[in-house]
């Protein structure tokens, strides 16, 4: 489509049979995530360290059950490195349902970084989020 025509508009250049490609609809998972409460809880100062605890709701809005989902809370540095994670598998996940997962993740201390959920499946990221501030 062009600019301020809605999805789905065909021109009329491009009308004739000949000229068109019709790409079919897919039933596939769409999975996408949010911060239970939109934010994170940071612990400092405890008997096991300084960590964060993110309670993620995972929702499929797609048309097939999605299998083998991994949800994983990392801190990256500011040049997209990995400095800690943890993760979590949710085996199977059908159409339309949501679940939740918490993961606890060790805040690095002696780095810039910055606090990411990521959403995988099939090895692929398909959703994430990422925190307003930076750590420590």
Do not use: C
């Not at 943890?86 to 085996?91: L, M, V």
């Amino acid at each position: 489509t062009t600019a301020n025509n809605p999805v789905g508009y065909i021109p009329n250049s491009y009308r004739s049979p000949s000229e068109l490609t019709v790409y079919p609809i897919s039933s596939r998972s769409l999975l996408l995530h949010d911060w239970k409460g939109g934010s994170i809880t940071i612990y400092t100062n405890t008997e096991i360290g300084d960590f964060v605890k993110v309670t993620a709701i995972v929702e499929n809005m797609g048309r097939t059950t999605a299998n083998n989902i991994i949800v994983k809370g990392v801190f990256y540095t500011l040049y997209d490195f990995e400095q800690k994670s943890e993760e979590t598998t949710i085996s199977s996940l059908k159409p339309g349902m949501k679940t939740k997962v918490t993961l606890k993740v060790n805040i690095p201390k002696t780095i810039t970084t910055l606090f990411k959920t990521e959403i995988y499946l099939y090895g692929e990221v398909v959703d994430e989020k990422e925190s307003a501030s930076t750590f420590p």
